[in-house]
């Protein structure tokens, strides 16, 4: 028990220095090719419970591919999702292994054709993909060596934007509840909001436009640092202070380059930009999470995806 939670705290510690492990595994091969070893894809270690083998699985009636039923594990019922069908691979040697993830407070099991290790890599490896490349189920390019040219590289997949392709979460798409419209913050002040993932950053931006908060939305937690930088300059070229041009911060976790965690620590530790309120809005839910979330200075934790949820803790947060 002792190495375990050891090693429970070695991953924790990763946050502190911009690092994450990242689990690999190979779903086969795009339709129509054989040759060769599927693609490595990956997955944050935080957002998997376990791996256990192929089991068998409980076709619900009606369900349609890329479900492919439901398996009792331990007295708890979950869907199973055929990875390589959202992929648009076709596993050479079959589907061997259930991936059991976490994540925005729902269990679900992601059938794959093998795992292959777990890697321990610096954000600044993690890339944010080209959308009309990876269509919209890969987030970001992971480069498992350190050189810059050549080299091995990983898909990440997106697996908010999946587990929405597969199961529609409709009533998370309701705007919040009456009565909780419409925030008022500082004229020409806006919420600096970051987030990698494409259907992550549409519920927010459709909750701030609910609540009438002008926003600016970056896609990686490097690009909302620089964002910060930038507008704490016009501040100052304006004789204004910064909370006249930044109402609030409100980021992922989990984004190329830099993440959540490095973003609020470098905002914090700032005697300039530590009065700004950082939220983080993650999938990544979980008592050692959200613990960790506090150790970093965030002003508050909730958890993906939300609305009346994120609306509460805006509220909270912003100054009235």
């Known amino acids: 028990m002792d190495a375990f939670q050891k090693e429970i705290d070695e991953r924790t510690n990763l946050t502190s220095s911009n690092k994450f492990e990242l689990l690999l595994f190979r779903l086969g091969n795009p339709e129509g090719t054989t040759d060769k070893p599927g693609e490595l894809y990956g997955i944050n270690v935080f957002k998997i419970r376990e791996i256990v083998p192929m089991m068998d699985i409980t076709a619900a009636a009606g369900m349609r591919s890329p479900m492919l039923g439901m398996v009792n594990i331990r007295g708890q019922v979950m869907s199973v999702v055929d990875l390589p069908a959202v992929a648009g691979c076709k596993p050479g040697h079959g589907l061997n292994i259930l991936l059991i993830t976490e994540f925005a407070r729902h269990t679900q099991a992601f059938a794959v054709e093998s795992v292959e290790e777990i890697v321990r890599l610096d954000w600044s490896q993690v890339l944010p993909a080209d959308s009309n490349a990876s269509g919209n189920v890969v987030t970001s390019i992971a480069r498992l060596d350190s050189a810059q040219d050549g080299g091995r590289l990983v898909q990440v997949l997106d697996v908010e934007q999946i587990l929405n392709m597969v199961s529609p979460v409709k009533e998370q798409m309701q705007p919040p509840p009456p009565g909780s419209n419409e925030l008022k913050i500082k004229p020409g002040s806006v919420v600096l909001a970051a987030d990698d993932s494409r259907m992550a950053r549409a519920l927010i931006e459709q909750c701030l436009n609910d609540l009438k908060l002008p926003y600016v939305m970056m896609t990686d937690g490097l690009q909302a640092w620089k964002k910060l930088q930038e507008l704490a300059r016009e501040a100052e070229q304006e004789h204004k202070s910064l ?65 009346p949820e994120l609306a509460a803790m805006l509220r909270k947060v912003l100054p009235p």
């Open 243 to 307: 909370t006249d041009k930044v109402a609030m911060v409100l980021t992922d976790l989990e984004m190329p380059e830099m993440d959540g965690f490095t973003l609020t620590r470098k905002i914090k530790a700032s005697d300039l930009y530590k009065q700004l309120p950082v939220v983080i809005h993650s999938s990544l839910t979980g008592a050692a999470n959200e613990d960790h979330v506090r150790s970093v200075g965030a002003n508050g934790y909730v958890a993906k995806f939300s609305p």
